[in-house]
T-cell receptor
Framework: GENVEQHPSTLSVQEGDSAVIKCTYS??????FPWYKQELGKGPQLIID?????GEKKDQRIAVTLNKTAKHFSLHITETQPEDSAVYFC????????????FGSGTQLTVLP | DGGITQSPKYLFRKEGQNVTLSCEQN?????MYWYRQDPGQGLRLIYY???????QKGDIAEGYSVSREKKESFPLTVTSAQKNPTAFYLC??????????FGQGTRLTVV
């Protein structure tokens, strides 16, 4: 089955700096890659997603890039703000019996004021 | 407002008891899922359902059971066979296996 690895597990940045979180996946058939933000005690919230026919997608301060050849994708947050502090999860899903999402282990992002 | 509602928010279970976690959605989504989250870890899939009256085991289904009698509802029962049930349980739904939306979770503790 699919295996998703996420790095780093913790990340601290100064307010206004950029943050980058990276994930690799194992199944070359995976074709959908979402990113979720989870605040303490709450359910994950979808913040951006990308499909395998696209290399990059942006939404205001958030962007995701995908390298299908290397089987990795990354989340980029620019101009970080204290409210960006949370746990971020990447995930991957494919086709057929592998269509359920497989999640990475999460990154605790702390934005220091 | 459309969304996913999980109840209760906190649940305490005694040794040997079965407990049922509720999940209701009004998003008209066909697919629903249950995930388990342990501290410092990612989400692991327990069960999923693509359509009413059908469901499939995920990666960690042992000790759990589900039903899908209505499109809107996907309750999860944690049975006494689940030896380590203390965790944060998350329900999600999606229209086509992408863009899954999550509820706010139920924190289950064994006392």
């Amino acid at each position: 089955g699919e295996n998703v690895e996420q790095h780093p597990s913790t990340l601290s940045v100064q307010e206004g700096d950029s943050a980058v979180i990276k994930c690799t996946y194992s199944d070359s058939a995976s074709n959908y890659f979402p990113w979720y933000k989870q605040e303490l005690g709450k359910g994950p919230q979808l913040i951006i997603d990308i499909r395998s026919n696209v290399g990059e997608k942006k939404d205001q301060r958030i962007a995701v890039t995908l390298n299908k050849t290397a089987k990795h994708f990354s989340l980029h947050i620019t101009e970080t703000q204290p409210e960006d502090s949370a746990v971020y999860f990447c995930a991957a899903s494919g086709a057929g019996s592998a269509r359920q999402l497989t999640f990475g282990s999460g990154t605790q992002l702390t934005v220091l004021p | 407002d459309g969304g996913i509602t999980q109840s209760p928010k906190y649940l305490f279970r005694k040794e040997g008891q079965n407990v049922t976690l509720s999940c209701e959605q009004n998003l008209n989504h066909d697919a629903m899922y249950w995930y388990r989250q342990d501290p410092g870890q990612g989400l692991r899939l327990i069960y999923y359902s693509q359509i009413v009256n059908d469901f499939q085991k995920g990666d960690i289904a042992e000790g759990y059971s589900v039903s899908r009698e209505k499109k809107e509802s996907f309750p999860l029962t944690v049975t006494s066979a689940q030896k380590n049930p203390t965790a944060f349980y998350l329900c999600a739904s999606s229209i086509d296996w992408t863009r899954a939306f999550f509820g706010q979770g139920t924190r289950l503790t064994v006392v």
